[in-house]
């Protein structure tokens, strides 16, 4: 059993096992959606916030054509630099040190380190979940953070900026994705580390549902991560199931004219979606 109240994503020893997430055939169909709604463009500014080993900056990098002008690839876990430094060598042409620059930063502080307005566009894989907060005086987990971190979304992004994510669904069943990825690690090199990180992920993931059960990560059902979205000023949402169906891909838009007062001067409150804005596929 791996201790509850740790924050495991800040070990390197989690860091590195999920790095061979992208073995995996459900994360490499999580990809290659993900990959399908990003349209990086000629000398834009990205942020891969959550970007692990990198897999999502590389395509970021790749799909531009190596024309982006630079790429933020942010991290609480520290092993996750020596990570970029190695897709760095390993993207051809690479990215030279300002276009593909790693920050380590626990976005359940915000993004205080990022400017207003400095991106062209977002993307994040299965991390924004992870924003973690309790309330002063009970103790208790909410999700002030992770209200919190959709607000900074907005906030660092230019108007009509794209953000692109995945998150899981609630109570994801994370067998699913350990059966369908054991069938490949029988397959592949290193076999036996995939089917060590393989299994050390589905410990993980364990630990993930429990803390999310208690409020303290948020696999959140579909119609209310749009609300929360809209709520912080972003329209033109559309969603889809990848990943074993266990997580969705959400694409949106940051509104070309902020919302009065700022996106934190709207209650959060359960809205009701407009026709036609979930359309699962
Ligand atoms: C499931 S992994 C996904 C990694 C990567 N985005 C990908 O798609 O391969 C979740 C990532 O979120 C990062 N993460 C979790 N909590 C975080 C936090 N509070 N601040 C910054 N990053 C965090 C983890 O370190 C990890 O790299």
Redesign the pocket.
Known sequence: MIAAET?H??DDR??RA??D??QALP?RE??RD?AAWLDPGPGETWL?????????SAQLWKQSEARLARIVA????AA?ADAIEKLRGKLDPPPGRDQLVFRQ?????GLSYLATASFDGI??????????SRDPVTGQYNDT?FNTLLGELSRVLKPEGRLVF?INVPEPNFWAIFWRSLRRGLHVAHAGRLLLNIWRMQRYGRWLKREARKGRFHFLPVEDLLSRLKTVGFEKLEWRLSYAKQAYIIRARKASVPLPGGPHMRKFSRWKLDAGESVPR
């Open positions: 924050n994503w800040f989690c860091a999920f790095w997430q992208r994360y999580l990809l993900t891969d916030l959550g970007c692990g080993g990198g897999q999502l942010a991290d609480c876990a996750n930063a626990d976005f359940s502080d993307v994040s894989g299965l991390a924004l979940s992870y924003a973690e953070a995945s």
